[in-house]
């Protein structure tokens, strides 16, 4: 039972490439969620996807896409990086959205971007 | 204004002494609140939450709500140097998935 598992965990780009972080889980979690984390702010949410097949925006989506492929699976697209997004990224998974529902976090993905 | 508010820190305490930690959070509608621990490079993981007012206690860590001041707090006792890390504090506001998470304070249990 490896949890939360997120591929890769480091990776450098250059402004205007494109890249897919992937998240995977293996707890039979219904909802899971993307944040990125930046020194002094805290965690912000970006997407996240309450059951299979829906996808919402949280806090800070804009030049971000997701994919929710399977009930596993749920991935971040940057599709022309910035060095705004710059920052440590974290998938998130929890049984459902209910109130008390503990959310589970991947090791984090470190993205810079020159 | 910042949806969760906590002091950054570093918050110093002694090996058994008593840490406190605050958070304020500026929504009335929050529902719920959680306390995570992150060690540095690490994920955060959850310690416990609270939804209701009043005092809840898990081992050496209790947290605190107190709706009406709209603050959240942390008390950890008989600190240990494991116990040095970054604090999130993070609340739920109306839909769980709006999930607001403070910057983190960070304490320092020295030996």
């Known amino acids: 039972n490896a949890g939360v598992t997120q591929t890769p965990k480091f990776q450098v780009l250059k402004t205007g490439q494109s890249m897919t972080l992937q998240c995977a889980q293996d707890?039979?979690?219904?909802?899971m969620y993307w944040y990125r984390q930046d020194p002094g702010m805290g965690l912000r949410l970006i997407y996240y996807?309450?059951?299979?097949?829906?996808?919402d925006k949280g806090e800070v989506p804009n030049g971000y896409n997701v994919s929710r492929l399977n009930k596993r699976e749920f991935s971040l697209r940057l599709e022309s990086a910035a060095p705004s997004q710059t920052s440590v990224y974290f998938c998130?998974?929890?049984?459902?959205?209910?109130?008390?529902?503990?959310?589970?976090f991947g090791p984090g993905t470190r993205l810079t971007v020159l | 204004q910042k949806e969760v508010e906590q002091n950054s820190g570093p918050l110093s305490v002694p090996e058994g002494a008593i840490a406190s930690l605050n958070c304020t959070y500026s929504?009335?509608?929050?529902?719920?609140f959680f306390w995570y621990r992150q060690y540095s490079g690490k994920s955060p993981e959850l310690i416990m939450f609270?939804?209701?007012?009043g005092d809840k206690e898990d081992g050496r860590f209790t947290a605190q709500l107190n709706k009406a001041s709209q603050y959240v707090s942390l008390l950890i006792r008989d600190s240990q140097p494991s116990d040095s890390a970054t604090y999130l504090c993070?609340?739920?506001?109306?839909?769980?998935?709006?999930?607001?998470f403070g910057s983190g304070t960070k304490l320092n249990v020295k030996p």
């Open positions: 609270i939804y209701s007012n």
């Open positions: 929504d009335r509608g929050s529902q719920s």
């Open positions: 998130a998974s929890s049984v459902t959205s209910g109130p008390t529902d503990t959310q589970y």
């Open positions: 993070a609340v739920t506001v109306y839909n769980f998935n709006k999930f607001y």
């Open positions: 707890m039979n979690h219904n909802s």
């Open positions: 996807s309450a059951s299979e097949g829906t996808t």
